[in-house]
Protein backbone atom coordinates (compact mmCIF):
# COMPACT_ATOMS: atom_id res chain seq x y z
CA UNK A 1 0.00 0.00 0.00
CA UNK A 2 1.42 3.01 -1.16
CA UNK A 3 1.98 5.75 1.78
CA UNK A 4 1.04 9.50 2.05
CA UNK A 5 3.08 11.20 -0.63
CA UNK A 6 3.11 15.24 -0.76
CA UNK A 7 5.08 17.32 -3.45
CA UNK A 8 6.86 19.38 -4.15
CA UNK A 9 9.26 18.06 -1.25
CA UNK A 10 11.41 21.47 -1.22
CA UNK A 11 10.15 25.14 -2.62
CA UNK A 12 11.98 28.42 -2.25
CA UNK A 13 9.30 31.49 -2.42
CA UNK A 14 9.61 35.04 -2.02
CA UNK A 15 8.03 37.70 0.27
CA UNK A 16 4.25 38.80 -1.03
CA UNK A 17 4.39 35.46 -3.46
CA UNK A 18 1.49 32.24 -2.81
CA UNK A 19 2.25 28.78 -2.62
CA UNK A 20 0.54 25.96 -3.38
CA UNK A 21 1.32 22.34 -1.73
CA UNK A 22 -0.35 18.83 -2.81
CA UNK A 23 -0.62 15.93 -0.61
CA UNK A 24 -1.82 12.59 -1.94
CA UNK A 25 -3.30 10.59 1.21
CA UNK A 26 -3.44 6.71 1.35
CA UNK A 27 -5.40 4.75 -0.42
CA UNK A 28 -9.02 4.18 1.12
CA UNK A 29 -8.18 7.39 3.94
CA UNK A 30 -10.92 10.56 3.91
CA UNK A 31 -9.39 12.58 6.71
CA UNK A 32 -6.05 14.38 5.54
CA UNK A 33 -5.19 16.55 8.22
CA UNK A 34 -2.00 19.45 7.62
CA UNK A 35 0.59 20.86 9.94
CA UNK A 36 3.27 23.19 9.76
CA UNK A 37 6.24 22.33 11.88
CA UNK A 38 8.73 25.02 13.02
CA UNK A 39 12.36 24.70 15.40
CA UNK A 40 10.30 27.04 17.85
CA UNK A 41 7.28 25.82 17.83
CA UNK A 42 7.14 22.38 17.03
CA UNK A 43 4.18 21.01 15.26
CA UNK A 44 0.64 23.11 14.80
CA UNK A 45 -2.22 22.07 13.33
CA UNK A 46 -2.95 23.82 10.50
CA UNK A 47 -6.80 22.31 9.62
CA UNK A 48 -8.54 19.29 8.92
CA UNK A 49 -10.27 18.16 5.87
CA UNK A 50 -13.02 15.11 5.46
CA UNK A 51 -14.72 14.53 2.01
CA UNK A 52 -14.48 17.50 0.90
CA UNK A 53 -15.12 19.57 3.97
CA UNK A 54 -13.07 21.09 6.66
CA UNK A 55 -13.43 19.70 9.86
CA UNK A 56 -11.63 21.44 12.27
CA UNK A 57 -9.48 24.24 11.89
CA UNK A 58 -6.03 25.50 14.05
CA UNK A 59 -4.81 28.79 14.93
CA UNK A 60 -3.57 30.52 11.53
CA UNK A 61 -4.61 33.36 9.95
CA UNK A 62 -6.85 33.62 6.76
CA UNK A 63 -3.17 33.28 4.34
CA UNK A 64 -3.65 29.64 5.01
CA UNK A 65 -6.02 27.44 3.21
CA UNK A 66 -6.84 24.51 2.06
CA UNK A 67 -9.34 22.25 -0.28
CA UNK A 68 -10.03 18.44 -0.77
CA UNK A 69 -10.86 16.98 -3.92
CA UNK A 70 -12.99 14.17 -4.66
CA UNK A 71 -10.30 11.52 -4.62
CA UNK A 72 -9.44 12.67 -0.93
CA UNK A 73 -6.14 14.23 -2.77
CA UNK A 74 -5.48 17.86 -0.65
CA UNK A 75 -4.37 21.25 -1.26
CA UNK A 76 -2.87 23.83 1.09
CA UNK A 77 -2.15 27.70 0.13
CA UNK A 78 -0.45 30.13 1.20
CA UNK A 79 -0.52 33.36 0.26
CA UNK A 80 1.13 36.39 0.64
CA UNK A 81 4.18 34.83 2.16
CA UNK A 82 5.99 35.94 5.14
CA UNK A 83 9.56 34.83 6.25
CA UNK A 84 8.06 33.41 9.22
CA UNK A 85 6.11 30.74 7.08
CA UNK A 86 9.70 28.82 6.50
CA UNK A 87 8.75 25.87 7.64
CA UNK A 88 8.09 21.52 7.02
CA UNK A 89 4.67 21.42 6.10
CA UNK A 90 3.09 18.15 6.50
CA UNK A 91 0.50 16.21 5.34
CA UNK A 92 -1.48 13.08 7.34
CA UNK A 93 -4.36 11.00 6.43
CA UNK A 94 -6.10 8.61 8.44
CA UNK A 95 -9.32 6.47 7.88
CA UNK A 96 -12.09 8.88 9.53
CA UNK A 97 -10.25 11.48 11.54
CA UNK A 98 -7.97 12.63 13.47
CA UNK A 99 -8.72 10.40 16.64
CA UNK A 100 -7.49 7.75 14.23
CA UNK A 101 -4.29 6.62 13.88
CA UNK A 102 -2.78 9.21 11.36
CA UNK A 103 -0.27 8.37 8.67
CA UNK A 104 2.07 11.08 7.54
CA UNK A 105 4.02 12.27 4.66
CA UNK A 106 7.44 13.25 3.66
CA UNK A 107 6.82 16.88 4.25
CA UNK A 108 7.21 20.08 1.84
CA UNK A 109 10.14 22.06 2.62
CA UNK A 110 9.33 25.95 2.11
CA UNK A 111 11.62 28.61 2.35
CA UNK A 112 10.74 31.93 2.16
CA UNK A 113 13.37 34.80 1.05
CA UNK B 1 -5.82 24.08 29.17
CA UNK B 2 -4.89 20.81 27.09
CA UNK B 3 -1.36 20.46 27.25
CA UNK B 4 1.62 18.27 26.62
CA UNK B 5 4.86 18.55 28.26
CA UNK B 6 7.87 16.08 27.54
CA UNK B 7 10.95 15.68 29.42
CA UNK B 8 13.89 15.82 28.91
CA UNK B 9 14.18 18.11 26.15
CA UNK B 10 16.83 16.31 24.63
CA UNK B 11 19.47 13.37 25.59
CA UNK B 12 22.71 11.51 24.79
CA UNK B 13 23.23 8.26 25.18
CA UNK B 14 25.79 5.23 23.92
CA UNK B 15 24.79 2.62 21.69
CA UNK B 16 23.17 -0.45 23.37
CA UNK B 17 21.90 1.68 26.33
CA UNK B 18 18.82 1.65 27.53
CA UNK B 19 17.26 5.35 27.53
CA UNK B 20 13.33 6.62 29.19
CA UNK B 21 11.53 9.48 27.81
CA UNK B 22 8.69 11.22 29.71
CA UNK B 23 5.41 13.02 28.93
CA UNK B 24 2.94 14.28 30.84
CA UNK B 25 -0.60 15.63 30.08
CA UNK B 26 -3.48 17.48 30.32
CA UNK B 27 -5.95 16.81 28.11
CA UNK B 28 -9.35 16.15 28.45
CA UNK B 29 -11.50 14.62 27.37
CA UNK B 30 -8.45 12.01 26.81
CA UNK B 31 -9.42 9.97 23.86
CA UNK B 32 -5.75 7.80 23.24
CA UNK B 33 -2.12 8.89 23.54
CA UNK B 34 0.70 8.59 21.10
CA UNK B 35 4.04 8.55 20.42
CA UNK B 36 5.77 9.43 17.06
CA UNK B 37 9.64 8.47 16.08
CA UNK B 38 10.59 11.97 13.44
CA UNK B 39 14.24 11.05 12.07
CA UNK B 40 15.49 14.62 10.70
CA UNK B 41 13.80 16.10 7.35
CA UNK B 42 11.31 13.45 7.56
CA UNK B 43 7.79 12.97 8.74
CA UNK B 44 7.12 11.39 11.99
CA UNK B 45 6.16 8.01 11.96
CA UNK B 46 3.84 5.86 14.72
CA UNK B 47 5.13 3.57 17.26
CA UNK B 48 2.14 3.02 19.40
CA UNK B 49 -1.06 4.30 19.77
CA UNK B 50 -2.99 3.77 23.29
CA UNK B 51 -6.21 3.84 24.50
CA UNK B 52 -7.31 4.87 28.57
CA UNK B 53 -7.52 1.19 28.73
CA UNK B 54 -4.01 0.01 28.14
CA UNK B 55 -1.66 0.69 29.68
CA UNK B 56 1.69 -1.02 27.82
CA UNK B 57 2.35 -1.61 24.34
CA UNK B 58 5.12 -2.65 22.36
CA UNK B 59 6.83 -2.05 19.22
CA UNK B 60 10.09 -3.99 18.89
CA UNK B 61 12.32 -2.02 21.34
CA UNK B 62 10.07 0.26 21.85
CA UNK B 63 7.74 -0.33 24.96
CA UNK B 64 5.35 2.49 26.04
CA UNK B 65 3.34 3.03 29.16
CA UNK B 66 0.37 4.61 29.64
CA UNK B 67 -0.89 5.67 33.36
CA UNK B 68 -4.28 7.40 32.80
CA UNK B 69 -4.55 8.13 36.57
CA UNK B 70 -1.55 10.49 36.85
CA UNK B 71 -1.62 11.45 33.31
CA UNK B 72 1.94 10.10 32.58
CA UNK B 73 3.32 8.02 29.70
CA UNK B 74 6.38 6.91 29.13
CA UNK B 75 8.81 5.59 26.17
CA UNK B 76 10.97 3.14 27.00
CA UNK B 77 14.00 2.38 24.54
CA UNK B 78 15.76 -0.59 24.43
CA UNK B 79 19.16 -1.52 23.63
CA UNK B 80 19.81 1.89 21.81
CA UNK B 81 20.98 1.50 18.26
CA UNK B 82 22.47 4.34 16.09
CA UNK B 83 19.34 4.96 13.97
CA UNK B 84 17.22 5.28 17.25
CA UNK B 85 18.89 9.18 16.60
CA UNK B 86 15.62 11.11 16.11
CA UNK B 87 12.95 13.37 18.05
CA UNK B 88 9.86 11.31 19.58
CA UNK B 89 6.96 13.10 19.92
CA UNK B 90 4.19 12.80 22.32
CA UNK B 91 0.63 13.33 20.90
CA UNK B 92 -2.38 13.29 22.62
CA UNK B 93 -5.80 12.78 21.38
CA UNK B 94 -9.18 14.70 22.59
CA UNK B 95 -12.15 13.42 22.11
CA UNK B 96 -14.33 15.69 19.96
CA UNK B 97 -18.29 16.51 19.79
CA UNK B 98 -18.79 13.59 17.31
CA UNK B 99 -17.02 10.11 17.42
CA UNK B 100 -14.40 10.83 14.23
CA UNK B 101 -13.51 14.51 15.00
CA UNK B 102 -11.56 15.41 17.96
CA UNK B 103 -8.15 17.46 18.09
CA UNK B 104 -4.45 16.66 18.47
CA UNK B 105 -2.08 18.02 21.46
CA UNK B 106 1.73 17.67 20.85
CA UNK B 107 4.29 17.61 22.81
CA UNK B 108 7.67 19.41 22.14
CA UNK B 109 9.65 16.61 21.88
CA UNK B 110 12.53 14.94 22.56
CA UNK B 111 15.54 15.11 20.91
CA UNK B 112 17.39 11.53 21.27
CA UNK B 113 21.01 11.50 20.00
CA UNK B 114 22.69 7.86 20.21
CA UNK B 115 26.50 7.93 20.12
CA UNK B 116 28.81 4.88 19.04
Redesign the interface.
Known amino acids: KAG?TQTPRYLIKTRGQQVTLSCSPISGHR?VSWYQQTPGQ????LF?Y?SETQ??KGNFPGRFSGRQFSNSRSEMNVSTLELGDSA?Y?C?SSR????????????T?LTVT | KNQVEQSPQSLIILEGKNCTLQCNYTVSPFSNLRWYKQDTGRGPVSLTIMTFSENTKSNGRYTATLDADTKQSSLHITASQLSDSASYICVVSAAGGSSNTGKLIFGQGTTLQVKP
Open positions: VSGLQFEFRNLLAAGVRYEQYFGPGR
